[in-house]
């Protein structure tokens, strides 16, 4: 029995006794439940239900129910029992645990109970008289159950919610127990506070701190546990650090980049000792907000006692660092016990580490006899064909140096966990990993540690502090430590709306490249197509004048820029090498006959490149006047507005928006549907939408997944009213003012251009040049257009998510907002499945792809969201593949943005859940594929072109070629299903490439229409 409480709850791994299915059918009660069904909705028996109830009768059949909810308590009691006879497990409404004779106890429900447990237990053994009421059912809230677990003794209580009610009293589980006290001659003193909130960890040492501030003559209340409130003062000090996990439990931290496999390998592990053993077993997994290549922790517990501790390792036995660049950027030892064993993935030998170790570990391991290991799991990963999946390397490791079980068991359980778990992936995968256990042991080294290290000084001379703005410095630099849970509330003085400032990733630098693209400068054709599919932003074209040539490092290469960029301008091709994914999607594409682009060593290349970097960066204006940003070279000279995100390497989605951004990116507003973009676009600290040298730059905000398009339309609404009160304003000006010709030729050139965007811009600055002059400014009139100089630009209103948002969940919302007829843009990232939640299906999901609740292969056709809307007429609607079609993909952005009315763009966006077999730094060439082979599709519905007497729909797309069979079987999304249900596969095969082929035609129908 428990509450789902937040993301501990439903994420822990836990080793359970699970009831059998024909234990319980004894205790179902067949007769109810038949005469439940008869009450069922159904013709034979006709009833009606759910009347409109009008005042006269509403409020007395609701208490009518009053009867059936008093009887909930002593059912659920009942059945209580019953399980309690079958298990042994004591069940109540309310379970008491503690001293008999308590004097000051909790009362709490969820997760936090296991803590609270093992805090007793600690003070019991130094004579405390604590205790504490779980809470198994909540409403109905029960009176009866509560006093027959109370202890007569309780003279103080403490009632903790994970939760907070702005405004009220008291948190809702603190007022029900206050009011059952109502009226009571023995009321002993009652105190709420508030713990755990967004999932933070909830410790020992907190609870601690409810039981101490129990023991105060006049206890604090409306507390909180957890947090340094120094501004409302509501916190309780934390003054005890104790440990209460039971004696000989092994815990274990195992740090891990997302994708590389870690937090898989380490479910099996607990899975293999939680089955194969008789020891408890426990894994929970911390993540930041970056997708794939994200900083991913592993907190794991084994012991031979039942494991309680429902909140994160902070004394470990064990800890592996699986991505080197972490150990610049983390406190990885902190809390790891003297004796520990710690485990270093790098490509480094014994001696290189004399260099590469940062002081303080080298301090930390010399002091604390800590056994240190290293492996270049990358190197071998790659040299058995796992590219950088190092999971069974590091898996292996961990079963050799943790000493859990014995290691030739360990082994021997994870080949047959890599058969079931890899099977259906194919034989070669399940070889490739095998033969990555057998080797991890030998590539394993054990450091001789030097003494001299217990004496390594840091040489802070060699990287001095730089100067960075104080939300980079108070809250990003800690965050970025993950160690945010320190920081007091006073720090967001000044933040309580929510508002973060824009920019803040360009300062993380992860460095967490095994591979880095290095610009070949000879072969470099000067197409930009590089930085254009670059999903995030961390290659880009620079154009130096004289000056900042003259002034560039020695090692800054540049080449004569190409026409039509004017004469006098260097051309270069730079990397911000530590900000790179190392996805590789740019040295696929280029198309220079001889590569501009290679992948090299990161290792290597990272030291040559950052002062390059740095020079570009701060030194290299944009010059995006030089050459026209409507075609693909031109509008990469323009400054991106959105870099250095926490996407998965070779992200499909970002590419677009990042393009949007350089288009339109200083007009911009978004509207942005919870989802995988709503993560890598605006998690905590790390905000990669950025400003240009005007500090103007994207605003962007954050509803909910199912009203998004509504949220962005209120927006529209709300700029267009505005924009509609200074068009009302300029006219009067116009008729009413005595201005003079020069004036009036401004108010009316801002009024023929005010909703054509580029255009606004020029006619906004005309406008301001003149009436802020002081012979103006004195004018009311012209004091009210100042009052909203913001918004004589046109606004560019983007309302953007992905297929989860638009094809399913939020689908009503956005098709009310594009039959509204307003002049929205829409942009729709199609993954194809749900991406930020694990993969499931939506109606955007193909005929014969597998994801989640579509185990054996989605058996229907993908829904046609661009067909639906172009139904309405006067919609704009574009599906694109930026690596299918460049041109086209920039075009589609133009067009919509320049039409008056609603707008739809469907952009094809491979994900990491496809499982392109190639991997993701084949994406953008997949969208080409998809696109070839006919089985994604390249139009534009321009409603405009109808008004001119012409097809409205263009098909971008060429006739099909090549097989979408070959199409499906690159993707482990399609394979899969030929290993799990081969029997289903050839069928709905066969069925994906006839929707395939059955779209084009329709396209191509609609493409060949007569309208003349």
Known sequence: MHFFDGFRTSHEINKIEVLDYNDLAGLVDYQAVEEFRNRSLNPDRPVLRGT?????????????????????????????????NLTGREYHPFTYYGARDAENIIIAMGSACNVIEEVIDYLLEKNEKVGMIKVHLYRPFSEKYFFKVLPETVRKIAVLDRTKEPGAP????????????????????????????????????????????????????????????????????????????????????????????????????????????????????????????????????????????????????????????????????????????????????????????????????????????????????????????????????????????????????????????????????VEMNHKAVDLSLEKLIKVNVPEHWARAEDDWEEYPEKEEPEFIKRIKRPVARREGDELPVSVFVGMEDGTFPLGTTKYEKRGIAVMLPQWQTENCIQCNQCSYVCPHATIRPFLLDEEEKKNAPDSFETKKAAKPIPEGYHYRIQVSVMDCTGCGNCADICPAPEKALVMVNAEEEMPRQLENWEYAANNVTYKDHLMAKTSVKGSQFAQPLLEFHGACPGCGESAYTTLATQLFGDRMIIANATGCSSIWSASEASIPYTTNQEGKGPAWANSLFEDNAEFGYGIYLGVSQIRQRLKNLLEKGMDELNIDADCKNAFQYWLENMDKGEASKDASRRLLDLIEKPEYRAIPLIQDILKYRDYLVKKSVWIIGGDGWAYDIGYGGLDHVLAAGEDVNI???????????????????????????????????????????????????????????????????????????PSLIIAY?????????????????????AVETGYWHLYRYNPMLREEGKNPFILDSREPKGSIRDFLESEIRFTQLQNTFPELAEELYAKAEKDARERYEIYKRMAEMDFS
């Not at 092994?250 to 099996?268: E, F």
């Not at 390792?313 to 520990?340: E, P, Q, T, W």
């Not at 041109?887 to 009315?901: H, P, V």
């Not at 994900?911 to 997949?926: E, P, R, W």
């Open 827 to 901: 942009l729709v990232y199609d993954t194809e499945i749900y991406s930020n939640t694990g993969g499931q299906s939506s109606k955007s999901t193909p005929t014969a792809a597998v994801a989640k609740f579509a185990a054996s292969g989605k058996r229907t056709k993908k829904k046609d969201l661009g067909m639906m809307a172009m139904s309405y007429g006067y919609v704009y609607v574009a599906q694109i593949a930026m690596g299918a079609n460049l041109n086209q993909t920039i075009r589609a952005f133009l067009e919509a943005e320049q039409y008056k009315g």
């Open 52 to 84: 409109a109830q009008n005042p006269d009768l509403y409020f007395q059949l609701r208490e009518a129910a009053n009867p059936y909810y008093q009887e909930v308590p002593d059912i659920v009691a009942h059945y209580m029992e019953e399980i309690k």
């Open 170 to 429: 008291g948190e809702p589980l603190y007022e029900d127990v206050r009011s059952i006290f109502y009226g009571k001659e023995k009321q002993p003193l009652i105190v709420g506070g508030r713990y755990g909130l967004g999932q933070k960890d909830v410790r020992p040492s907190q609870i601690l701190a409810v039981f101490n501030n129990l023991k105060a003559a006049s206890p604090k209340n409306y507390f909180t546990v957890g947090i340094v409130d120094d501004v409302t003062n509501t916190s309780l000090p934390e003054e005890d650090i104790i440990d209460t996990t039971p004696e000989g439990t092994i815990s274990c931290r195992l740090w891990g980049l997302g994708s590389d496999g870690t937090v898989g390998a380490n479910k099996m592990a607990i899975k293999i000792i939680g089955d194969k053993t008789d020891l408890y077993a426990q894994g929970y997994f911390s993540y930041d907000s970056k997708k794939s290549g994200g900083t991913t922790i592993s907190h794991l517990r084994f012991g031979r006692k039942p494991i309680k501790s429902s909140y994160l390792v902070y004394d470990a036995d064990y800890v592996a660092c699986h991505n080197r660049s972490f150990i610049y950027h983390y406190d990885l030892l902190n809390g790891l016990k003297a004796n520990g064993v710690f485990v270093l993935n790098c490509p480094w030998s014994e001696e290189e580490l004399e260099e590469k170790i940062p002081a303080a570990i080298k301090r930390y391991i010399a002091e604390q006899n800590i056994a240190f290991y290293i492996i270049d799991a990358v190197s071998l990963a790659q040299e058995v064909g796992l590219n950088n999946r190092i999971n069974m390397i590091m898996q292996t490791v961990f079963f050799k140096l943790a000493n859990v079980i014995p290691i030739d068991d360990a082994i021997r359980y994870l080949k047959e966990f890599i058969v079931e778990t890899y099977g259906r992936k194919g034989k070669k995968i």
């Open 909 to 929: 966006a491979p994900c990491i859940s496809h499982g392109i077999k190639n991997g993701m730094g084949k994406s953008v060439a997949q969208e080409k594929w």
